[in-house]
């Protein structure tokens, strides 16, 4: 017989909370082969089996938090020994990481309540009384069958926009992610199989009605923590944020004139998150208040711009980071910003990886807003906000002092700051030099091809 027990997940990390096990007692596994999801105050992650053989006792039920070493479930040869099936376990409140934790960086999946008990195959649809057993396996393609795997709560914003920009109707796509969910691909996959004018004179399909409308639901582990430390943060700093109006056309034109060479040679496409990323890093050297943690009645700062970028997922706001992106190419990162994000989002990050920000950046523009004003979350000091890259009419001066009216393409920047270090002035100074760095578009030299 072999124990599994729950490995250290990080440093500072001292306990962890089953939330899905993945096989069941009875089950044979191979070495390596995930066994369990377990939640910690840093990162979600899948526990590998250390052994090969049959699942003989679950030891640990989901929803139980248990220390590091602690004994999760023993693996041994030949059939399970029977046990009698596990009580429903009581609650155990949830470990909510530190108020002054670096980032945000709680990740445990929101657990549907079909997903609630992996060893018991009752299914909770009270209003769904099929002729047939729900745990049956559904039929290959059945429209009904795409509307049971394929959970709109697992549909992520990005997901919805794609659909709605390709005139995709959600009900009828089936999606193959885990437990159903909907991804990229297969809205991809279906909107390439349906004829191009077809796509383009599709009626207006209403957004599909969210299941959850008129119900109630507790809060995930990781929702818990965002809303104690985005309070926590309110309360305990003064917040205010500064806007500025960046015209980011040369760079339009540099990344229309390069896309083609850097997506071959780097493997990732060149959108306008390199420069925002590149650009702040660089001013933050320049600035370093806005670089800065506030240690009791000391100021911290900090030898390097380590750079938290906010990734939505179905689980909620992560928020993983770029190490010394000032001394980085465009191109690495890039590839940084697409590998972490995916790896974010298919819950595949180690937790070191979602530590030691130093500031942060969030695209809301990404989700068509013009601008927000995002909460600082300490220690950090700001957080800069990026909205929409959009064209409109702007006035452009020539070299004789001219005016006239011309489409630019235009996008604010909005940084939000602790008032008990960061004046406006100095906020504006930053956002200045990032203006100016991207406004002159002289990146040749950082595409990094």
């Given at each position: 017989?072999?124990?599994?027990?729950?490995?250290?997940?990080?440093?500072?990390?001292?306990?962890?909370?089953?939330?899905?096990?993945?096989?069941?007692?009875?089950?044979?596994?191979?070495?390596?082969?995930?066994?369990?999801?377990?939640?910690?105050?840093?990162?979600?992650?899948?526990?590998?089996?250390?052994?090969?053989?049959?699942?003989?006792?679950?030891?640990?039920?989901?929803?139980?938090?248990?220390?590091?070493?602690?004994?999760?479930?023993?693996?041994?040869?030949?059939?399970?020994?029977?046990?009698?099936?596990?009580?429903?376990?009581?609650?155990?409140?949830?470990?909510?990481?530190?108020?002054?934790?670096?980032v945000v960086v709680?990740?445990?999946?929101?657990?549907?309540?079909?997903?609630?008990?992996?060893?018991?195959?009752?299914?909770?649809?009270?209003?769904?009384?099929?002729?047939?057993?729900?745990?049956?396996?559904?039929?290959?393609?059945?429209?009904?069958?795409?509307?049971?795997?394929?959970?709109?709560?697992?549909?992520?914003?990005?997901?919805?926009?794609?659909?709605?920009?390709?005139?995709?109707?959600?009900?009828?796509?089936?999606?193959?992610?885990?437990?159903?969910?909907?991804?990229?691909?297969?809205?991809?996959?279906?909107?390439?199989?349906?004829?191009?004018?077809?796509a383009q004179a599709?009626?207006?399909?209403?957004?599909?009605?969210?299941?959850?409308?008129?119900?109630?639901?507790?809060?995930?582990?990781?929702?818990?923590?965002?809303?104690?430390?985005?309070?926590?943060?309110?309360?305990?700093?003064?917040?205010?944020?500064?806007?500025?109006?960046?015209?980011?056309?040369?760079?339009?034109?540099?990344?229309?004139?390069?896309?083609?060479?850097?997506?071959?040679?780097?493997?990732?496409?060149?959108?306008?998150?390199?420069?925002?990323?590149?650009?702040?890093?660089?001013?933050?050297?320049?600035?370093?208040?806005?670089?800065?943690?506030?240690?009791?009645?000391?100021?911290?700062?900090?030898?390097?711009?380590?750079?938290?970028?906010?990734?939505?997922?179905?689980?909620?706001?992560?928020?993983?980071?770029?190490?010394?992106?000032?001394?980085?190419?465009?191109?690495?990162?890039?590839?940084?910003?697409?590998?972490?994000?995916?790896?974010?989002?298919?819950?595949?990050?180690?937790?070191?990886?979602?530590?030691?920000?130093?500031?942060?950046?969030?695209?809301?523009?990404?989700?068509?807003?013009?601008?927000?004003?995002?909460?600082?979350?300490?220690?950090?000091?700001?957080?800069?906000?990026?909205?929409?890259?959009?064209?409109?009419?702007?006035?452009?001066?020539?070299?004789?002092?001219?005016?006239?009216?011309?489409?630019?393409?235009?996008?604010?920047?909005?940084?939000?700051?602790?008032?008990?270090?960061?004046d406006g002035a100095?906020?504006?100074?930053?956002?200045?030099?990032?203006?100016?760095?991207?406004?002159?578009?002289?990146?040749?030299?950082?595409?990094?091809?």
């Amino acid at each position: 017989m072999s124990e599994v027990v729950l490995p250290a997940l990080g440093e500072s990390v001292t306990e962890g909370t089953v939330t899905r096990w993945l096989k069941k007692v009875g089950d044979t596994i191979a070495v390596d082969e995930p066994l369990v999801e377990v939640s910690t105050d840093k990162v979600d992650t899948e526990i590998p089996s250390p052994v090969a053989g049959t699942i003989q006792q679950i030891l640990v039920q989901e929803d139980e938090t248990v220390a590091v070493g602690a004994v999760l479930a023993i693996i041994g040869e030949g059939a399970a020994v029977p046990a009698p099936a596990p009580a429903m376990p009581e609650p155990v409140p949830a470990v909510a990481a530190p108020v002054f934790a670096p980032v945000v960086v709680e990740a445990p999946p929101v657990a549907a309540p079909v997903a609630a008990a992996p060893v018991a195959p009752v299914v909770q649809a009270p209003v769904v009384a099929a002729p047939t057993p729900v745990a049956a396996t559904p039929p290959p393609a059945a429209p009904a069958a795409a509307a049971v795997d394929s959970d709109p709560n697992y549909i992520t914003p990005i997901v919805r926009k794609l659909a709605h920009d390709l005139g995709v109707n959600l009900s009828t796509v089936r999606g193959t992610g885990v437990g159903g969910r909907i991804r990229k691909e297969d809205i991809l996959a279906f909107g390439s199989a349906a004829p191009a004018s077809v796509a383009q004179a599709a009626p207006h399909v209403p957004a599909a009605v969210s299941p959850l409308r008129g119900t109630t639901e507790s809060m995930s582990r990781l929702r818990k923590v965002l809303a104690e430390r985005a309070v926590a943060s309110m309360q305990s700093s003064a917040q205010l944020t500064t806007v500025v109006e960046v015209d980011v056309t040369r760079i339009a034109n540099l990344r229309q004139r390069v896309q083609a060479n850097f997506t071959a040679k780097a493997g990732v496409k060149l959108n306008f998150m390199p420069f925002f990323t590149l650009a702040a890093a660089e001013a933050l050297q320049s600035h370093p208040k806005i670089n800065s943690s506030v240690d009791g009645d000391s100021i911290v700062y900090h030898p390097s711009e380590n750079i938290s970028f906010a990734v939505d997922t179905e689980r909620g706001l992560l928020t993983p980071v770029i190490r010394d992106a000032g001394s980085l190419t465009l191109a690495q990162i890039a590839q940084q910003i697409a590998d972490l994000a995916d790896r974010t989002r298919n819950n595949q990050l180690k937790p070191d990886e979602l530590s030691g920000g130093t500031f942060t950046l969030t695209n809301t523009g990404s989700r068509g807003a013009l601008f927000d004003t995002p909460v600082v979350f300490l220690p950090q000091s700001a957080i800069l906000g990026t909205g929409i890259v959009t064209k409109r009419p702007a006035v452009v001066t020539d070299s004789d002092g001219n005016d006239s009216i011309a489409v630019r393409s235009l996008v604010y920047l909005a940084l939000s700051y602790d008032h008990r270090t960061i004046d406006g002035a100095d906020a504006s100074r930053f956002l200045t030099d990032m203006k100016a760095r991207l406004e002159a578009a002289q990146f040749e030299a950082n595409l990094g091809i």
